[in-house]
């Protein structure tokens, strides 16, 4: 059975930093891609980053330059590193395994940026 845990999240200051980990159980994540995404009230979720199985990354163009998707094999647990937080990456962050014919979610973390 695929559990993904999201943890890290929080309230943050403009200009700060948060970093997001995504534990996995039940599956390998060096075998998928993980994604991150995010939501906020009345939007639909839009993805922020992801990361291939051969390690290649992509984000989103409103994070590009900012965010960080990573992987720890050994940890299983996907990370995303946030730096010069915005007010606008205020939302709920959710880790996603992309696997053929099924995707799993985490519960999502939220996050604050304000001050």
């Known amino acids: 059975q695929v559990q993904l845990v999201e943890s890290g999240g929080g309230l943050v200051q403009p200009g700060g930093s948060l970093r997001l980990s995504c534990a996995a159980t039940?599956?390998?994540?060096?075998?998928?891609?993980m994604a991150w995404y995010r939501q906020t009230p009345g939007k639909q979720r839009e993805m922020v980053a992801y990361i291939l199985r051969r390690g290649n990354t992509n984000y989103a163009d409103s994070v590009k330059g900012r965010f960080t998707i990573s992987r720890d094999n050994g940890k299983n647990t996907v990370y995303l590193q946030m730096n010069s937080l915005k007010p606008e990456d205020t939302a709920v962050y959710y880790c996603?395994?992309?696997?053929?014919?099924?995707?799993?979610w985490g519960q999502g973390t939220q996050v604050t940026v304000s001050s």
């Open positions: 039940g599956m390998i994540i060096s075998e998928n891609t």
């Open positions: 996603k395994a992309e696997q053929i014919g099924h995707d799993y």
